[in-house]
């Protein structure tokens, strides 16, 4: 039984650049949630898709964007980068019906110079 | 609006020894879900359980117990018998009904040294 899985695993991006990470939720899910952990702090929760549509939003800026696919794995964009905005980003799926259990993933450790 | 507290910042134990870790939370809903993730060095979220606000039975699983009480608006968890392999930061979340956002706490470090 696969489970959730992110890509890349690190990154190091240039303040003001934009940047992709992956995430394909475990099997038999297909909502996908993204947060975000900045070091020494708990997760925050920057949104939640589902049937590839964003479902609840967290308070975060415009400049975090996302996309569900058919096949529910999903992207998180980050334009216009800040140093502020380095910290593991983590995804985590869970079933649309009771999206209140959600599995992680390893995270993305993403760095901003 | 909901909030979840760890009191504890970082908890240091002799392996063996029992470790119970806080958590108190706010909200206002009736219908509410918590859960308890732990978070080895590695990074990744682990899932460890989730509690119902309609069902305050405590549950054991191997040498973890939670305890949940709605009057105190508490959820504490205990290690008994702690090993080194227990060593991580534990996280305390709330998700109130038709709201899918885990709500964290900020974690509590726990050590346990051999």
């Known amino acids: 039984d696969a489970g959730v899985t992110q890509s890349p695993t690190h990154l190091i991006k240039t303040r003001g650049q934009q940047v992709t990470l992956r995430c394909s939720p475990k099997s038999g899910h297909d909502t996908v949630s993204w947060y975000q952990q900045a070091l020494g702090q708990g997760p925050q929760f920057i949104f939640q898709?589902?049937?590839?549509?964003?479902?609840q939003r967290g308070n975060f800026p415009d400049r975090f964007s996302g996309h569900q696919f058919p096949n529910y794995s999903s992207e998180l964009n980050v334009n216009a980068l800040l140093l502020g905005d380095s910290a593991l980003y983590l995804c985590?799926?869970?079933?649309?019906?009771?999206?209140?259990?959600?599995?992680f993933g390893p995270g993305t450790r993403l760095t901003v110079t | 609006a909901q909030k979840v507290t760890q009191a504890q910042t970082e908890i240091s134990v002799v392996e063996k020894e029992d470790v119970t870790l806080d958590c108190v939370y706010e909200t206002r809903d009736t219908t509410y879900y918590l859960f308890w993730y732990k978070q080895p060095p590695s990074g990744e979220l682990v899932f460890l359980i989730r509690?119902?606000?309609?069902?305050?039975q405590n549950e054991i699983s191997g040498r973890y117990s939670w305890n949940f009480q709605k009057s105190t608006s508490s959820f504490n968890f205990t290690i008994t018998a702690s090993q080194v392999v227990d060593s991580a930061v534990y996280f305390c979340a709330l998700s109130e009904a038709g709201d899918y956002k885990l709500s964290f706490g900020a974690g509590t470090t726990v050590t346990v040294r051999a």
């Open positions: 898709y589902y049937e590839e549509e964003e479902r």
């Open positions: 509690r119902n606000s309609f069902d305050e």
């Open positions: 985590a799926s869970s079933w649309g019906h009771d999206s209140y259990e959600q599995y």
